[in-house]
């Protein structure tokens, strides 16, 4: 995946010369204090991810099977075994909590494609309007990084003023168009989902151009040259040369984008509290509502675990699919 | 190259129309902090009837935003100075060595990015509440609780980040040095980590802001006193009325400073967020 990692350096061999001085026990410790300083290196960070990841997504995955509700918050240890109770619960389509979960899913989903496809969009028309030395491109590139350097929850808090009926910003300039009545409602009902979406295209379509951008500037030039000399237009470069030189960037950058839109909690939180309408249900808030609102953990962690599933299984068929046309390509 | 005309046409409305949709909602933030609260709670206006600073002022004494910043201030540096401290440790492992176990390691912190936040949350409050039973050390509703939750997604992407730094410092530079006596430890703090000390610093700023940002474990794991800017903004709109030009400068003023620190490390960030993607 990244660049520097795929590059495998060859194993450091210690001191390779003077044999006459070293005497060969000390060699031998030095041999040995090299294998071992790797994992030395490693240690300090390998115990704190054992601490944050691997110690909870075990105990997880473990109050998945527990029916573990307010009454056992306190000494969850003791509640009792549920099997898989939990995730009987989490699928089934017929009761109120699968169904809603299956929404919450395809909601989800939605936004995520709409998301994923608007940035790449904007990221892809910023890029390549940026490609040549345009005057003050690194100027207009800092501008278009703003929003993504802001913290999430102020972009989020500027939108809902911006979308707010009544001292809204949008319906008012939609008003002042003729463009509709200006009494729109957007962070209710349906219009929530657009909402949402806005918020976060506003702020990661910049991660796109970001990377795009870097795409584009390590394809050589002369292939540019070669292919005018050939008499493709502008287009047809564009589609034949850019796109073609840019799917490795797009294999990682679309799966990177879906990954950080389909988990994102900050948005939806800062929007709407804990309680999104279900339009902007997405699956995080859902699946954190139904833990603390209820205090279910056991539920709340099944349907944690799933979510995990889903995502592996996405991930691993998209890097299987998108890494095969790559070759047939 | 040539350039046709529509091409430098179609190019200007792009950009413009990219640069509208990027700036309105930054001047709506600029503009509303300076508006007496009256601007605020009829008809948007483009323009504040009169400007003031009130707002600046006022946003201390509603909600005890100082402590809410304070906290952040701790909570993102004390997460950032570890993570990166840890990382720089691990990258240099990864990147300069090849030993058993290297890919397994790599891949668990990459495949990290997948999981959902919320996973983690539930196990770890359940875990802080154990452990304060049992020792008396309290990490819910604390900052120290909260800082050991945001390594989470802090330390996995400083590993990620710092990998692809340190493969960019010649190799050459490490080995002369090594073949000079030099331990691998002195090699690393002495060579390795001054030659990528922008990326460091990238990565640090970096992951400043992620923590700053974050709202999911802030929102359980952190009390009355000890609420992070994430969660505490909200208050402002939980009052009698909404203040929104009061919510505006407080989003102005705590945004400034990683926005600053994001554009002043920007030449490095960009390296490092797209060195996984590019090549």
């Keep these: 995946m990244s660049s520097g990692l795929s590059t495998a350096p060859p194993r450091r061999t210690t001191s390779p010369a003077k044999p006459g001085r070293d005497g060969s026990r000390k060699r031998v410790r030095k041999a040995l204090s090299s294998r071992a300083l790797p994992y030395l290196l490693l240690g300090p960070a390998l115990l704190f991810e054992l601490l944050v990841h691997v110690i909870p997504m075990l105990t997880g995955v473990g109050i998945s099977f527990l029916k573990l509700n307010q009454f056992f918050l306190r000494r969850w240890l003791q509640a009792p075994f549920a099997g898989l109770d939990n995730y009987r619960l989490a699928v089934d389509f017929s009761s109120e909590i699968g169904l809603s979960l299956l929404r919450s899913l395809a909601v989800t989903l939605a936004f995520s494609a709409v998301v994923v496809s608007c940035c790449w969009l904007l990221g892809i028309l910023g890029a390549t309007l940026l490609q040549r030395s345009v005057r003050g491109r690194g100027p207009l590139r800092t501008l278009f990084l703003i929003p993504y350097a802001l913290p999430v929850f102020t972009s989020a808090i500027i939108w809902k003023f911006m979308l707010s009926r009544d001292a809204g910003v949008v319906n008012h300039s939609l008003r002042e168009l003729h463009l509709g009545s200006g009494e729109t409602y957007w962070l209710l009902g349906d219009n929530a989902f657009i909402s949402i979406v806005l918020v976060q295209v506003w702020r990661l379509w910049p991660f796109a151009l970001l990377t795009l951008m870097a795409g584009m500037q390590s394809i050589p030039t002369d292939l540019y040259e070669a292919a005018e000399v050939d008499g493709a237009n502008r287009w047809q470069q564009f589609r034949k040369l850019t796109l073609p030189m840019l799917a490795p960037v797009n294999q990682v950058l679309v799966l990177v984008l879906f990954l950080w839109t389909f988990n994102d909690f900050n948005v939806p939180y800062a929007l709407f509290a804990s309680s999104p309408p279900p339009s902007a249900d997405l699956v995080s808030i859902h699946v954190y509502q139904n833990s603390f609102i209820t205090w279910n953990f056991g539920l709340g962690s099944a349907m944690s675990v799933l979510l995990l599933l889903f995502l592996l299984v996405v991930t691993v068929g998209y890097l299987a699919v998108t890494s095969r046309r790559r070759h047939d390509a | ?279």
């Design chain 2, 1 to 279: 190259m040539h350039e046709s005309r529509s091409f430098r046409a179609i190019r200007a409305v792009g950009l413009t129309g990219l640069l509208i949709f990027t700036l309105l909602p930054l001047y709506v933030m600029v503009s509303t902090s300076i508006k007496p609260l009256g601007d605020v709670q009829n008809q948007f206006r483009w323009l504040p009837s009169v400007a003031t600073i009130r707002p600046f002022i006022d946003i201390w004494s509603t909600v005890p935003l100082a402590r809410y910043f304070a906290n952040s201030v701790i909570v993102s540096s004390c997460a950032s100075v570890l993570s990166v401290t840890l990382a720089i440790l691990a990258a240099y492992a990864i990147s300069r060595y090849v030993f058993r176990g290297r890919e397994v390691f790599r891949l668990t912190v990459l495949s990290t990015q997948m999981f959902p936040g919320i996973l983690f949350l539930l196990p770890l409050y359940l875990i802080y509440v154990n452990i304060g039973q049992l020792t008396g050390v309290r990490l819910n509703g604390n900052l120290s609780g909260l800082i050991i939750t945001h390594l989470t997604f802090s330390l996995p992407f400083s590993i990620w980040m710092l990998v692809g730094y340190f493969a960019t410092i010649p190799r050459e530079l490490d080995e002369a040095a090594l073949v000079d006596g030099a331990s691998p430890i002195r090699v690393l703090f002495s060579i390795v980590v001054p030659a990528a000390k922008p990326g460091i610093v990238a990565v640090l700023v970096y992951s400043f802001i992620t923590s700053w940002s974050e709202a999911l474990f802030a929102s359980v794991l952190t009390d009355a006193k000890s609420k992070t800017l994430a969660v505490g903004l909200a208050e402002y709109s939980t009052e009698n009325a909404v203040y929104w030009n009061q919510i505006m400068a407080a989003s102005l003023v705590v945004s400034i400073p990683v926005v600053a620190g994001f554009l002043l490390m920007q030449r490095y960030l960009v390296q490092g967020l797209t060195a996984g993607a590019v090549k």
